[in-house]
């Protein structure tokens, strides 16, 4: 059993920045993908960034490349998502997941999920 809680959403200003994290605990290890993934009012769950504990990290949303970047503090199995350069359309609800299994953790099918946390990014 993993539990997720993530945690550093809120409200800023386009061009703003916001660090996101996903406290993991439980039976989390090296064999898991976690990763970030949003969703916005009237619109379907889309991954944004992905972490293989057991290697790094895996990829980005083409819509994030550049302004986000995915990290790991492995020694308290917490994982970040620094957040630069925010724009309106990433408003969203923002959720951790966790899988040991890639292709169902990469199409948003993770057996983990934590609560989400809300960013707001206003014009």
């Known amino acids: 059993q993993v539990h997720l809680l993530e945690s550093g959403g809120g409200s800023v200003q386009t061009g703003g920045s916001l660090r996101l994290s996903c406290a993991a605990s439980?039976?989390?290890?090296?064999?898991?993908?976690m990763g970030w993934f949003r969703q916005a009012p009237g619109k379907e769950r889309e991954g944004v960034a992905h972490?293989?504990?057991?290697?790094?990290?895996?990829g980005y949303a083409e819509s994030v490349k550049g302004r986000f970047t995915i990290s790991q503090d492995n020694t308290k199995n917490i994982l970040f998502l620094q957040m630069n350069s925010l724009k309106p359309e990433d408003t969203a609800m923002y959720y951790c997941?966790?899988?040991?299994?890639?292709?169902?953790?990469?199409?948003?099918?993770?057996?983990?999920w934590g609560q989400g946390t809300q960013v707001t990014v206003s014009e």
């Open positions: 439980g039976d989390i290890n090296s064999r898991y993908y």
């Open positions: 972490f293989y504990i057991g290697g790094g990290v895996v």
């Open positions: 997941a966790a899988d040991t299994v890639y292709s169902d953790y990469i199409h948003g099918a993770s057996r983990y």
